[in-house]
Structures are given as C-alpha cells and as structure tokens.
C-alpha cells in the first residue's frame, strides 16, 4: 500500500509563506506524476499544481505565488506558497501516479489570517 505523508502546514499571516512538503512510501522518479490539490471549507477540492519530470502546471490562482518541486534523492515533493492570502486557507493534500493508480495523503491545514 503507498503512503503518502505531508506536513508543513500551519497558521500563518496574510502576504506569509509556508513550504509544504510531502514524502511517499515508495521511490519516486521524474516520471512519477505527482500534484497538489485543496478543499476549502463547503467547496470542492481543487487541483492547484502539478510535477511530472521537469514539467509544471498551476491554478491560475496560485500562479506567481507558488512553486511545486521534487527532491528524488530526499523522495520528496514540495509546495513553496508565498503571498499568501485568506482564500488560500484549505486542506492540502498531496498525490501521487502510481502504477495507474493515484494515491492520496491525508492532508494538512493551511490557515492563512487577513
């Protein structure tokens, strides 16, 4: 069974940053798929950036702001959000393409105050 472990969220004020970071149970490579999405309270999840090899993809929302990153040698992937704003405030979770199977991780709290 992969897992996938995040951490790194917090509360933190408007225009401040948080690095995320998200370690799978299994070694990743450049060509494993892996995002982030979020879910804000009453809304429904959102796809906010992806990674596969050297390619990235934003929410327009998030573009300029964040930074999604792979470390292969600490099996880590990262979200850096900067600016952040209240509308940012979720749940991040962190994904994985697996084999044709996408896993999940149990996600972190990002509560960004105005």
């Known amino acids: 069974q992969v897992q996938l472990v995040e951490s790194g969220g917090g509360l933190v004020q408007a225009g401040g940053s948080l690095r995320l970071s998200c370690v799978p149970s299994?070694?990743?490579?450049?060509?494993?798929?892996m995002g982030w999405y979020r879910q804000a309270p009453g809304k429904q999840r959102e796809l906010v950036a992806t990674?596969?090899?050297?390619?990235?993809g934003y929410v327009d929302s998030v573009k300029g702001r964040f930074t999604i990153s792979r470390d292969n040698a600490k099996n880590t992937v990262y979200l850096q959000m900067n600016s952040l704003k209240p509308e940012d405030t979720a749940v991040y979770y962190c994904?994985?393409?697996?084999?044709?199977?996408?896993?999940w991780g149990q996600g972190t709290q990002v509560t960004v105050s105005s």
């Open positions: 994904t994985l393409g697996w084999y044709g199977r996408d896993y």
């Open positions: 299994v070694s990743i490579r450049n060509s494993n798929a």
């Open positions: 990674i596969t090899s050297s390619i990235t």
